[in-house]
């Protein structure tokens, strides 16, 4: 039987989104008081602090470009970075090409699908969180697989990778050691289902009435599915 | 009829909790697509990143330190931050005195509490999530109002200011510009509902739909409410 896992990586690009990423690290901060020896990495392709508003902004995405945003700190690079036993995909509007945001980023994502390929061999689970499954997809790592993503982008980003077993209606997917949530506050769910796996149901409770957070419980119920003919 | 409110400050200090900050600003950063002149600045007493962890850990809150955490970068100083219109203050275990919990650590929160005071005469709204309403107690600008917050806590902070109505089952609670949450998550149903008073309820809902996050609606409903006799 496997060691409980306890190093964790979240990924960080320019334009991740705030709540993908702040919702789970607030999760995985409370569990770091329960278990002991937690670990959690920001690991992006440089140093340098990570926006979440994109440098270009996806021109055909019907909306406007945020006018405010914030920047969290890497602690390692794709390069440095330790192999993690838990690996986390945060989704955001740069993984969309600015110049057609039907299709990747490429210049973003690729550094980012390679460090999922050299990092996934030796996980113990690879988490993503929105259009973090989009990303992931492009690994091929999620080919003949379940997997749920943003609901927002539906039409977009299953397309990127077909043969995955896209899910249009679900909180949150299991399939293997890979789990994908649903758009931005999903990935909360997500994590707290993972935490209540994998530490047990206690300590997720714990956490979850600590931070006055209503779960999620069923994978299956999801208020923003889209129902397919 | 005052302008609609466009400059946000959001206080940030060494222990902040980092759900109570990241959930509303995302709402907020999603808020900026919709309304044209949004401003978000983040402000502290030094320009220094802030950690999620304080520097000393609260020894008899009957939980271990966070092993994890994570910084965020203010943009202005306490002294050379401009008037804002709405002005949010985060809670976290940076509140509580680390020798004594029971009591507010004046040391981290002075210059809070200052500041407070240096902008209420001006601002539009004062928001408060989780025990950022017992650090704005303490400035004495809610007594006599009505107010709630970090329910884990309700033994422990509500002595600290006997003058304010403190409410202990509500979601968020609203007396006059002042609004106040519970812990925690419950920023982001506050922060929602203040978008849907201000701005109106088709953009509080595209965004809510955007992020894929279920509104707790009516503020009177507390899953996590103190029953008093």
């Known amino acids: 039987m496997a060691p409980t896992p306890k190093k964790y990586g979240m990924v960080l690009y320019e334009g991740f ?71 986390i995909i945060p989704g955001g509007m740069g993984c969309f090409d600015p110049n057609d945001a039907g ?60 043969q995955v077993s896209w899910v249009p209606s679900a909180r949150w997917v299991v399939d293997g050691n890979i789990w994908t949530s649903s758009g931005v506050s999903s990935g909360i769910d997500l994590v707290f289902a993972f935490v209540e796996a994998t530490y047990g149901g206690k300590i997720a409770q714990d956490i979850a009435v600590w931070m006055e957070y209503n779960r999620h419980l069923d994978p299956n119920v999801d208020p923003f599915g889209i129902q397919e003919n």
Chains 1, 2 share one sequence.
């Open 103 to 162: 299709k990747p980023n490429l210049t973003i994502l690729n550094p980012v699908i390679q460090f999922i390929l050299k990092q996934y061999p030796k996980l113990q689970y690879l988490l993503t969180v929105c259009t973090g499954s989009g990303i992931t997809s492009l690994t091929g790592l999620l080919d003949g697989k379940k997997a749920t993503g943003y609901k927002g982008a539906w039409k977009v980003i299953p397309p990127w990778r077909p």
């Open 17 to 87: 989104q705030l709540l993908d990423v702040a919702g789970p690290l607030d999760v995985l901060n409370l569990l770091s008081t329960h278990v002991d020896g937690i670990s959690l990495s920001l690991v992006a392709e440089t140093l340098q602090p990570q926006s979440t508003s994109p440098k270009c902004f996806p021109e055909n995405m019907g909306m406007k470009p945020f006018a405010t945003s914030q920047v969290l700190i890497p602690d390692h690079t794709f390069e440095t970075a330790p192999q993690f036993d838990v690996l």
